[in-house]
């Protein structure tokens, strides 16, 4: 396996963080960080297509985000639902395919209305996808895909003597997507936060001081570039990664 020497990572999974600290170091209402976070979602989703990233997955909402003060939790559905709303043409023109990962069925129903119709709307572009983390959890994704996993033995579709990664690993929100290459956290916090827990086995991690409404195309580019300097051995020794010539 020889490792090329610009490789765009094909996954790239963001843990969008510090919306907080960016208007609190304002002196603004943190509701305007998330403001300024949909900005950069919107930026971003096109810097990465820019760069040759196929799969962009955003942490956007997470199971535990319903902890909040009601009032932001609040702020944040309704920032989520004028966002979609106003992308739906830009994803069509542009050809962006929107899917989600996690229980959008709690969500509001103005916000489910609108994934459906963004989802229904772009599924048949195929050379880039953003995925929405929405009420997301990977704890709950794995309780959710052991009950499907469960019901479909049951049912017979599945034998449990044949049970293995690759089987149990279709019943995951993730069901049909590749692996993450590449997770970035922004804000200097270095925690994975129960995003992607058996996705990112094998992911290179970047994490970046800067707080997500300043993440720029820039650290985009640098955290690729930081990929690129890593040697992914899923396991194996470095020698056995050699191209047989270089031996
Ligand atoms: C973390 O910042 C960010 C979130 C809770 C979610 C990210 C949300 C957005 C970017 C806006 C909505 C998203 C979409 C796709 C429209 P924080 O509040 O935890 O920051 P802090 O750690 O500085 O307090």
Do not use: C
């Not at 609190?24 to 096109?46: D, S």
């Not at 044949?162 to 149990?168: L, N």
């Not at 990112?200 to 993440?215: G, N, S």
Request: aromatic share 10%.
């Amino acid at each position: 396996m020889s490792v090329p020497a610009t490789n765009v990572p094909h996954h790239v999974a963001i843990i969008m963080d510090g919306n907080g600290r960016w208007a609190t170091k304002r002196g603004l209402p943190r509701i305007e960080g998330h403001r300024r976070g949909v900005e950069t979602v919107r930026t971003t989703t096109f810097a990465a297509r820019d760069l040759g990233v196929k799969m962009l997955t955003l942490y956007a909402f997470s199971i535990e985000n319903w902890k909040r003060p009601q009032e932001e939790v609040g702020a944040l559905m309704g920032l989520l639902e004028y966002y979609l709303k106003k992308e739906l043409e830009t994803f069509v023109r542009d050809r962006v395919r929107l899917r989600t990962i996690g229980r959008t069925e709690e969500l509001p129903e103005g916000v489910q209305k609108v994934l459906r119709t963004t989802i229904e709307e772009t599924k048949h572009f195929t050379d880039y996808t953003l995925v929405l983390a929405l009420n997301y959890g990977a704890r709950t994704e794995m309780v959710d895909a052991a009950r499907s996993y469960a019901a479909a033995v049951a049912a017979g579709k599945e034998k449990l003597n044949d049970s293995s990664w690759s089987t149990f690993s279709r019943y995951l929100y993730t069901a049909d997507m590749p692996e993450p290459d590449l997770v970035i956290r922004t804000s200097g916090e270095t925690r994975i936060s129960n995003f992607l827990l058996l996705q990112a086995a094998y992911a290179e991690f970047v994490f970046q001081p800067v707080l997500w409404p300043d993440f720029t195309k820039a650290d985009l580019a640098a955290a690729i570039a930081d990929y690129n300097r890593r040697e992914r051995r899923f396991g194996l020794t470095s020698e056995q990664l050699k191209p047989a010539a270089a031996k």
